[in-house]
Structures are given as C-alpha cells and as structure tokens.
C-alpha cells in the first residue's frame, strides 16, 4: 500500500509556473505507474498526466501537451507536475494517484490510491 501527499498548489497569475509535488509513504512507489488529475468546480474529474513505473513514458491530456511535465524520482518517492504558462482554466484541484499497472493510464479506475489534493487557481 502507498499514501500520497500532494503539495505545491497555490495562487499565480496566468502566464506564470507552479510546480507540483507528489510524496509517496510506502516501500513500493517504484513499482507504481504515478498520474495527475484535476476537478474544477462543477466539473467531472480529469486526466492530466501519467508516468510509467521507470518514468520512461510519459502521457499528457491535449489541453496541457506542451505546457506540463510529469516526471518522477524512486530514490525520492516523489512525482512532479512542473505547470508553465498557466490558464484561468487550468484552474482546479489538483490529485495524484498511483496505479499498479505498468503503463500510464488516462482512466481514473486503473489507480487504487489518491492524494487529497493541492488547489491550483490561476488569475486572468
């Protein structure tokens, strides 16, 4: 079993950066492929970002290709979501959740354990 501890979020004005971190409590964060996902306001949750296992493969929502980067360090049991040019839109909560298959996953149910969550809000 792992716990998840996300921090980072905070308030920045549209343009801006913010980085994400993910901190895994558990002997097996390695073996876990990692994901991010979001939830506005009013809104279903969504996919933003996944990583394998080996963090060798990387998948991004189309909304954030380009903008976002998900990577992760075992020897540090910490996923990251580094946020460039940030949108009022990209405005959410923000989750991480590991996943005990080995390829990086866009769907919410191929992940067995969730963070509580860092607010992410982005000022126009």
């Known amino acids: 079993q792992v716990q998840l501890v996300e921090s980072g979020g905070g308030l920045v004005q549209a343009g801006g950066s913010l980085r994400l971190s993910c901190a895994a409590a558990?002997?097996?964060?390695?073996?876990?492929?990692m994901g991010w996902f979001r939830q506005a306001p009013g809104k279903e949750r969504e996919f933003v970002a996944a990583i394998t296992w080996r963090g060798g493969r990387t998948y991004y929502a189309d909304s954030v290709k380009g903008r976002f980067t998900i990577s992760r360090d075992n020897a540090k049991n910490t996923v990251y979501l580094q946020m460039n040019s940030l949108k009022p839109e990209d405005t959410a909560v923000y989750y991480c959740a590991a996943s005990p298959n080995s390829y990086a996953s866009s769907i919410p149910h191929d992940y067995f354990t969730w963070g509580q969550g860092t607010q992410v809000t982005v000022s126009s």
């Open positions: 558990g002997r097996t964060f390695s073996s876990y492929a």
